[in-house]
T-cell receptor
Framework: AQSVTQPDIHITVSEGASLELRCNYS??????LFWYVQSPGQGLQLLLK??????LVQGIKGFEAEFKRSQSSFNLRKPSVHWSDAAEYFC????????????FGTGTRLQVTL | DTGVSQDPRHKITKRGQNVTFRCDPI?????LYWYRQTLGQGPEFLTY????????KSRLLSDRFSAERPKGSFSTLEIQRTEQGDSAMYLC????????????????FGPGTRLTVL
């Protein structure tokens, strides 16, 4: 069965600093890959996704992610964090082809200090 | 495109009562998903529909849980004889499984229904 690992439960960065959130997956083939963000008590908002093609994908709010097949990773980055980026970030995978259910990691909580 | 909506946003119930949640997907989406999220965890898949057909159910979906999507539009999730362990956020998402378009096979989530079982 596929699995997603987000090794960092909690990360604190200063406003204006760069950010990288890690995501590794275990899968028989390259799955569809997603990053979602969740503010407290809210649903999930899609930041970006990778299906195929260019391994560096751009998303909303200045986020980007790079797919590395050799490392089974899909790390999320932002060059300069804003206080409003404080939230929970989830990496998720789905089967290619059928693209049915999402399997999520346990999330990384981002705290931004001013 | 008004997004995925869920009702109610919050539900407090006593153990043993039945509860029903509603999800309205994005109008052109043919797939609808239910997930459950407990505190400090990522969402876990419960079930999904393509049009009105329920195509997959997780083993998390005990026989106290039932989901329907009778006309391929909105869906309901019912929990019978609620238990304290059912307390969670219930999330609905929708997508379309077309063969083209940037948004295909991409799930968009509603705001969730927070269930508290006392």
């Amino acid at each position: 069965a596929q699995s997603v690992t987000q090794p960092d439960i909690h990360i604190t960065v200063s406003e204006g600093a760069s950010l990288e959130l890690r995501c590794n997956y275990s899968y028989g083939a390259t799955p569809y890959l997603f990053w979602y963000v969740q503010s407290p008590g809210q649903g999930l908002q899609l930041l970006l996704k990778y299906f195929s093609g260019d391994t560096l994908v751009q998303g909303i709010k200045g986020f980007e992610a790079e797919f590395k097949r050799s490392q089974s990773s899909f790390n999320l980055r932002k060059p300069s964090v804003h206080w409003s980026d404080a939230a929970e970030y989830f990496c998720a995978v789905a089967l290619t082809g059928t693209a049915s259910k999402l399997t999520f990691g346990t999330g990384t909580r981002l705290q931004v200090t001013l | 495109d008004t997004g995925v909506s869920q009702d109610p946003r919050h539900k407090i119930t006593k153990r043993g009562q039945n509860v029903t949640f509603r999800c309205d997907p994005i109008s052109e989406h043919n797939r609808l998903y239910w997930y459950r999220q407990t505190l400090g965890q990522g969402p876990e898949f419960l079930t999904y529909f393509q049009n009105e057909a329920q195509l997959e159910k997780s083993r998390l979906l005990s026989d106290r849980f039932s989901a329907e999507r009778p006309k391929g539009s909105f869906s309901t999730l019912e929990i019978q004889r609620t238990e304290q362990g059912d307390s969670a956020m219930y999330l609905c998402a929708s997508s379309y499984s077309g063969t083209s378009g940037r948004a295909r096979n991409t799930q968009y989530f509603g705001p969730g229904t927070r269930l508290t079982v006392l």
